[in-house]
């Protein structure tokens, strides 16, 4: 891999004593979409929350790009191409999905406000457009003038995915997108994220449904207690013992489509 998007060495974090993270390397590349598994309480969010600097590291570097992400305040993370979708950032459900997908753009307008004003300046009328193209490329276009609110769930889950890419992110971050949906909409979502990956986004999901991961990721990482305990294909990490201990013997059926 040449010089990695996303770039997280010695990466630790404990809370009141207890080592949730301990000393994660991970690196992804510019194009790549890589999966962050494990068991439930391995450390998962915690990586992400660390990412998007919802907590400080105790020790490690997270690089963006080359940029060194710490000291950066979360709110400005986007600025330098990280988003996020899927968890605490759900949809304005009063607002149309336009509207919506319109506040995905403020970081690069006057703020979420400005966003939402009927403006006759150029730049509103400009992000106004890209934001009905994106819809348009998503499919989405028969929803914009919906309310969220009235929203299917799985609809709004794909009308979370244009928003984020309205801060037009070098890196995103998806927590758990499969939670919630039926097949069809899960096979709707990861058609999509195809999408975007081709648009040249990288991602970086956290996810349970192995038949997801490995329709969607070419690469996975598995956290155990922490700590990295295997790096490989879906397919790869599904035969790796130490994953299937870490998983109790329920991997092996999950990972078989993979
Ligand atoms: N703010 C916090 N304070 C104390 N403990 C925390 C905090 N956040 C997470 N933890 C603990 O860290 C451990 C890892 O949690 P985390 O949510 O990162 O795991 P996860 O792999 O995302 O799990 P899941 O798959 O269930 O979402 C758990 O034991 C959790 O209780």
């Given at each position: 891999m040449s010089a990695p998007l996303l770039d997280i060495r010695g990466l630790r974090k404990s809370f009141g004593g207890l080592d949730v993270v301990r000393g994660l390397d991970l690196q992804v590349g510019a194009g790549e979409r890589v999966a962050l598994i494990g068991p439930n309480g391995a450390g998962k969010t915690t990586v992400f929350n660390l990412i998007n600097g919802y907590y400080a590291p105790d020790t490690g570097e997270i690089r963006l790009a080359g940029l060194d992400l710490v000291p950066i305040a979360p709110r400005r993370r986007i600025r330098h191409g990280l988003a996020r979708s899927f968890q605490n950032i759900r949809l304005i459900g009063h607002l149309t999905v336009l509207e919506n997908v319109l506040l995905g753009a403020h970081v690069h307008a006057g703020g979420p406000l400005a966003m939402l004003l009927p403006m006759a300046?150029?730049?509103?009328?400009?992000?106004?457009?890209?934001?009905?193209?994106?819809?348009?490329?998503?499919?989405?276009?028969?929803?914009?003038?919906?309310?969220?609110?009235?929203?299917?769930?799985?609809?709004?889950?794909?009308?979370?995915?244009?928003?984020?890419?309205?801060a037009r992110p070098r890196l995103l971050l998806l927590d758990e997108p499969c939670a919630g949906l039926n097949?069809?909409?899960?096979?709707?979502?990861?058609?999509?994220?195809?999408?975007?990956?081709?648009?040249?986004?990288?991602?970086?999901v956290v996810e349970h449904d192995m038949h997801f991961v490995g329709g969607l990721c070419q690469r996975a990482a598995v956290l155990n207690f922490g700590e990295k305990i295997a790096e490989g294909t879906p397919a790869e990490i599904a035969r790796e013992p130490a994953v299937i201990e870490a998983y109790l013997g329920h991997a092996p059926e999950r990972y078989a489509h993979a």
């Amino acid at each position: 891999m040449s010089a990695p998007l996303l770039d997280i060495r010695g990466l630790r974090k404990s809370f009141g004593g207890l080592d949730v993270v301990r000393g994660l390397d991970l690196q992804v590349g510019a194009g790549e979409r890589v999966a962050l598994i494990g068991p439930n309480g391995a450390g998962k969010t915690t990586v992400f929350n660390l990412i998007n600097g919802y907590y400080a590291p105790d020790t490690g570097e997270i690089r963006l790009a080359g940029l060194d992400l710490v000291p950066i305040a979360p709110r400005r993370r986007i600025r330098h191409g990280l988003a996020r979708s899927f968890q605490n950032i759900r949809l304005i459900g009063h607002l149309t999905v336009l509207e919506n997908v319109l506040l995905g753009a403020h970081v690069h307008a006057g703020g979420p406000l400005a966003m939402l004003l009927p403006m006759a300046l150029g730049r509103g009328r400009a992000l106004r457009e890209e934001a009905r193209a994106r819809l348009a490329e998503a499919g989405l276009s028969n929803h914009a003038g919906s309310l969220a609110a009235g929203l299917a769930y799985g609809l709004r889950k794909r009308v979370e995915v244009v928003r984020a890419l309205m801060a037009r992110p070098r890196l995103l971050l998806l927590d758990e997108p499969c939670a919630g949906l039926n097949t069809q909409e899960r096979s709707a979502l990861l058609a999509e994220l195809h999408r975007v990956a081709e648009g040249g986004v990288t991602l970086l999901v956290v996810e349970h449904d192995m038949h997801f991961v490995g329709g969607l990721c070419q690469r996975a990482a598995v956290l155990n207690f922490g700590e990295k305990i295997a790096e490989g294909t879906p397919a790869e990490i599904a035969r790796e013992p130490a994953v299937i201990e870490a998983y109790l013997g329920h991997a092996p059926e999950r990972y078989a489509h993979a």
